[in-house]
């Protein structure tokens, strides 16, 4: 059993940059970043598997950057260049997923509650 939670939402203005932090209890394999607009569905946005190899939706390269510390347990995702469409609720997973499957919301055992990420026009 893995839990995780999450810190780090708020609201920013168009531009700026927030840093969401994953604090996980229990061995954790994949780690990824989902993130669910209103009246959207759950979408990828960033993974780092344990080798450290990591993906990101094409929406978010090259802003968001997923990196983690294995000696708290814990990954983050820094995003900058914030737009009014990154708004949403980011959620933290953990599964075993290989690669090719990191960007599928089935492939994950375990999410966190949620933080709300809203970015001002």
């Known amino acids: 059993q893995v839990q995780l939670v999450e810190s780090g939402g708020g609201l920013v203005q168009v531009g700026g940059s927030l840093r969401l932090s994953c604090a996980a209890s229990?061995?954790?394999?994949?780690m990824g970043w989902f993130r669910q607009a209103p009246g959207k569905e759950r979408e990828f946005v960033a993974a780092?598997?344990?080798?450290?190899?990591?993906s990101y939706a094409d929406s978010v390269k090259g802003r968001f950057t997923i990196s983690k510390d294995n000696a708290k347990n814990t990954v983050s995702l820094q995003m900058n260049s914030l737009k009014p469409e990154d708004t949403a609720v980011y959620y933290c997973?953990?599964?075993?997923?290989?690669?090719?499957?990191?960007?599928?919301?089935?492939?994950?055992?375990?999410w966190g509650q949620g933080t709300q990420v809203t970015v001002s026009s």
């Open positions: 997973a953990s599964g075993n997923a290989p690669l090719y499957k990191a960007s599928t919301y089935g492939a994950y055992d375990y």
């Open positions: 229990g061995r954790t394999y994949t």
């Open positions: 780092i598997m344990w080798s450290g190899v990591l």
